[in-house]
C-alpha cells in the first residue's frame, strides 16, 4: 500500500491569517456595538481582552487583542495539524 501524503499547512500563514481575520472582527463589532448591535457579545470578550469595549479605541484595542489571540491560535492549530498528520 502506498503511503499517502498530506500538505502541510504554514504554520506562521495561519496564525497571521486567522489573526488578522479575528483582528479586523474585533474592531467591526466594537465599532458596531457603538449603534446598539452586539452589545452581549461586547460584554462577554471585555472580561476576556482588558480595554475592549464599544467605542473606538476600544475597538482598537480589541483589534489588537483578538490579533494576538488569532495568531497563537493559528499557530497552534497549524502545529498540531501537521504533527498528526498522516
Known amino acids: 500500500m502506498a503511503k499517502e501524503k498530506t500538505a502541510k499547512l504554514s504554520i506562521m500563514g495561519l496564525g497571521l491569517g486567522i489573526g488578522i481575520w479575528w483582528g479586523i472582527c474585533m474592531v ?9 448591535w452586539g452589545n ?16 473606538f479605541i476600544g475597538g482598537i484595542i480589541g483589534g489588537i487583542w483578538g490579533f494576538f489571540c488569532g495568531l497563537i491560535a493559528g499557530v497552534l492549530i497549524a502545529f498540531f495539524y501537521n504533527h498528526f498528520r498522516k
Request: no cysteine; proline share 0%.
Open 40 to 55: 452581549r457579545f461586547v460584554e462577554a470578550m471585555e472580561s476576556i481582552y482588558i480595554g475592549f469595549d464599544a467605542s
Open 28 to 36: 467591526i463589532v466594537a465599532w458596531t456595538s457603538i449603534f446598539g
